[in-house]
């Protein structure tokens, strides 16, 4: 180890006294450092998201300490941009080309990431493993160099549509979305997995807009459609609304909640718990305020992490194990390079992944890529409400299609 | 009276702005600087309203995406080219300005300060309501292009951009300067300091306030339109309720009423920001703050007005006898 640190070294100071183009790909790594690139709210309306910020830079922190990777320390750079997509440009172009990372790594949030893509994939820099829910980060076509990471919408919609074949073959399925592109990815998710039965189960659709008061007449038409099986994509307030209508109307669909409103908080609480038992919902991480949990060695391999690295943070934020959770992947990565830190092996570890465990997400769920899938993530496992907390239920199920 | 020191200054400055960047700064610092040079006019057009003519808005950033939203769907629907799109987004964006300073006419101060602010509240929303989707690309927004540098001119995308910015940016400050120095400016700024004054010097003032508020709008329109070919890329989230402030921001911070004072307003909001998150990831809204808040406590009538202190103070020093007459430039 030691001999082949040595060699790397002598190796980099020869390259780069006499052959510069050899290097030339491998931009932001030295034989003791890897740059990486970063950008998240820490200021603005969406600065929630700062922590999985903070859990990066403890996460890398402690890598470095325990000596790094082949011999690098890493050098996390990462930069508030307040949830603005101009300001997330400005960033990483400075990322890019002044600070001239090796990679960008988790940046946050849709239209941040639809405002950087084109010029990142431009500049052939790996955009690796988004923090965001959109289905198209998977598009290896046209966007070689950026490659999601959590189950997108869609997929999560694959997943419902799979198990209501499966369990509920004669099932009339009613869904309510919200008219934008995530309740939209929704409507897809469900035409994949249903192809040519899609006309025939799906007896009712309807949207709300952002801005409409209630979800009332929606779920009435829902009720006179004779569904039995209810998919909600809707934003916590709505889904709250939308549980208690149900249960109001005396209706008792077969009730499957988008994950987005599965937070006791936000929705079961406003909504009634009683109201919202047997709701389904879907998980693909450990939920650090679950019971289930509190002796399971992943967690608490991430819980130690915590008091060592990060001692004042609040253990039952989500964002920390999400945190945990990508940087693993990456992790994984970086090993499999080997010592060839060029964006091009970067991308081409990133792509493959095979049958990856982490140790925060959920049991028998495993990261896979390829160069055909940019979807780290495809698989989930539902979870039903019981009045007290999300009952994980049944196997993992992947997603369908690509 | 002018001395030539004053009347060449400005050209000079402008000179070595255009010329030092090309041959010191990167493509990212230069970059930065066409931001700087967005900002700054769009906080030109905050000032014409607010800082002229009394009028105070919370709603620029309206106008600004309105001018980033025509100059992206022409380009992405129209295949017109980025120059082309000015002209259009200046005249909607007078249109817009026009109609919302009608409101404004019998809302003074702080109403009408609230009314803008719901403007640029609604913004967003707006931009996703689903009528205007097939044009906007809702929350997706929309994808442009970055202009090359026309006829084989020996700059790259970001230099090119960079100097075209600079030129539209001069054209619009002189104008402004022009505008604020003569009749007009004068009958704004009485409007401002004293409305029954003014109209009973026989200044119209509704047609006054409407038309000021119509050029203000242009102008940041313009700034709109020049981001959104900078950014390559717009969609509601850009264009929040805290762009207007940070418009405001800057238009305070450099100077209300002054004509330069919205150039130091843009480096403010430009790179204060950045200065922040380097001292604290934690908070780096509160470190913003105290800093905004130690300006405004060091120089309270702005970056301006504090280096024109400091220039009337040296002048008298040199030449004590010269009575200070110039009105700001």
Known sequence: MHRRTLLSTIGAA???????????????????????????????????????????????????????????????????????????????????????????????????????????????????????????WGNYKEFPWTIGWQPSYRTEAQIYAKYITLNHPNAKIAVLY?????????????????????????VKEASYEVTDATIDSQAVSFQASGADVLVTAATPKFAAQTIRKVYDLGWKPLHFMTNVSASVGAVITPAGPEKA???ITSQYAKDPTEPTWKDDPGMNEWRGFMKKYLPDADLSDSGYVFSYGVCNTLLQVLKQCGDDFSRENIMKQATNLKDLEIPTLLPGIKVNTSPTNYHPIRQMQLAKWNGKTWELFGSVIEGAGT | MRNGVSRAAPWAFLIAAAV???????????????????????????NLVTGFNGQISLGHGAFYAVGAYVTAIMMDKWDAPYWATLPVSAAICAGVGFLLGLPALRLGGLYLALTTF????????????????????????????????????????????????????????????????????????????????????????????????????????????????????????????????????????????????????????????????????????????????????????????????????????????????????
Do not use: C
């Open chain 1, 277 to 279: 038992v047997g709701v």
């Open chain 2, 118 to 329: 719901a403007l640029a509240v609604a913004t967003p929303q707006l931009l996703k309501y689903k009528l205007v989707e097939d044009w906007t690309g809702g929350v997706q927004g929309i994808v442009i292009t970055k202009p090359d540098a026309p006829f084989g001119l020996p700059f790259n995308a970001d230099q090119w951009l960079y100097l075209f910015s600079l030129t539209v940016a001069t054209v619009l400050f002189l104008l402004a300067a022009n505008l604020v120095r003569g009749r007009i400016g004068r009958a704004m700024m009485a409007t401002r300091d004293h409305a029954l004054a003014a109209e009973a010097m026989g200044i119209d003032i509704a047609l006054l306030k409407t038309r000021t508020f119509a050029v203000s709008a242009m102008f940041t329109g313009i700034a709109g339109s020049l981001g959104a070919i900078a950014i390559q890329f717009v969609a509601p989230d850009s264009f929040s309720v805290f762009l207007s402030i940070t418009l405001f921001v800057g238009l305070v911070v450099g100077g209300v009423a002054s004509i330069a004072g919205p150039v130091f307003g843009a480096l403010f909001i430009e790179f204060v920001p950045n200065i922040a998150d380097q001292v604290s990831k934690a908070a780096p809204g509160a470190v913003y703050g105290v800093i905004l808040i130690a300006f405004m406590f060091l120089m309270p009538s702005g970056l301006a007005g504090f280096l024109r202190g400091l220039l009337r103070k040296a002048v008298r020093s040199i030449r004590p006898a010269t009575p200070s007459r110039s009105t700001e430039g």
């Open chain 1, 14 to 136: 020869v390259a780069a006294g006499t052959l510069p183009k050899a290097w030339a790909t491998t931009v932001g790594v030295t034989a003791t450092e890897i740059k990486i690139g970063h950008t998240i709210p820490y200021s603005g309306p969406a600065s929630a998201y700062g922590v999985i910020g903070q859990g990066h830079t403890a996460f890398f922190k402690m890598l470095n300490e325990n000596g790094g990777i082949a011999g690098r320390k890493i050098n996390f750079i990462s930069l508030d941009d307040g949830y603005l997509p101009p300001k997330t440009v400005e960033q990483v172009r400075r990322l890019v080309e002044q600070d001239q990372v090796a990679f960008l790594f988790n940046t946050l949030g849709t239209p941040n990431n639809t405002a950087i893509q084109k010029y990142v994939n431009q500049k052939k820099v790996p955009h690796l493993f988004l923090a965001t829910g959109a289905d198209k």
């Open chain 1, 178 to 202: 919200q008219n934008d592109d995530f309740g939209k990815d929704y409507l897809i998710g469900l035409k994949d997995a249903l192809g040519a039965d899609y006309g025939k189960l799906v």
């Open chain 2, 20 to 46: 030092l960047p090309l041959l010191l700064a990167s493509d990212y610092q230069l970059f930065q600087l066409t931001m700087v040079v967005v900002y700054a006019v769009a906080i030109l057009g905050l």
